[in-house]
């Protein structure tokens, strides 16, 4: 399928998404949603893509927010359609079976840092800006940020970006916990690389089960969330995989996990 504000590619078995409106700084708008939601579920099914980065093109920008004159023209109804449209693509992305990785390539700014937040992990340039300005609009985040934010920093942490709207350094983004790692910006793109193919290597379906467990464990309560691991290890115990994993290990040799 072809897009008119989203790039795809496909590299040994790497899938790419980056969002290309480089003279808008990636912000997003309706039809880049919809395209982004494409191309997630466009790398969804099968085994040829293993893992995604989810990246802006350009050196200036992630995302650098939403697209303000779409902003401008919502009213209450339409305004809660635009916002239910953008947490179909962050919930799409949160629960991805597969591993997606935010490459933070420069500002990722309101739906920029929510999508960055959605993703399950957060690598970014030293030059990358975070943050959630929404208030400074007369708005609040839509796109899962009051949410997210929240369960990934804490609640006074995120009452201080969200409520200051203030902008942050990659370096404290880095300290709160908001991103996983922190790179040069010449860096970045093989840096997520590699640690995408080390997660790779790993069994497929095993990648699956952690994800769903984490991320569902963390609405449940503790003894909730032990039982649905639980049952999650005991689905592992039953692939092709855990057998072929366990076997390897035994017999000192190379592992060759199938998804199965």
């Keep these: 399928m072809e897009y008119k504000n989203v790039l795809t590619k496909k ?9 290309n409106r480089p003279d808008r700084l990636n912000a997003l708008n309706a039809e880049t949603i919809k395209e982004l939601y494409q191309a997630f579920l466009s790398f969804e099914g099968g085994s040829e893509v293993k893992a995604v980065i989810l990246t802006g093109s350009g050196e200036k920008a992630f995302v650098a927010g939403a697209d303000i004159g779409e902003l401008s023209r919502l009213d209450m109804s339409t305004g809660e359609k635009y916002v239910l449209e953008g947490q179909k693509l962050t919930i799409l992305i949160e629960n991805f079976k597969k591993p997606v990785i935010a490459a933070v390539n420069g500002y990722a700014l309101g739906g920029g840092t929510e999508l960055a937040l959605s993703c399950h992990i957060r690598i970014a340039s030293e030059k990358a800006k975070m943050g959630q300005p929404e208030v400074k609009l007369g708005l609040i985040p839509g796109f899962g940020g009051t949410q997210r934010l929240a369960r990934l920093v804490g609640k006074g942490k995120a009452l201080e970006l969200i409520l200051s709207g203030k902008m942050i350094d990659a370096q404290e983004a880095l300290t709160i916990g908001l991103l996983n790692r922190v790179v040069p910006p010449e860096e970045l793109s093989s840096t997520c690389e590699a640690f995408a193919r080390e997660i790779m290597a790993n069994a497929p379906l095993a990648l699956e089960y952690s994800i769903e467990a984490i991320n569902k464990g963390l609405d449940q309560t503790l003894e909730e969330g032990l039982r649905l691991e639980a049952k999650l290890f ?23 996990f199938r998804g199965k």
């Design 11 to 19: 590299e040994d078995g790497l899938g790419w998404i980056i969002i």
């Design 234 to 256: 005991g689905k592992a115990c039953a692939t092709e995989d855990s057998k072929e994993g366990t076997q390897a290990f035994l017999e000192k040799r190379k592992v060759n």
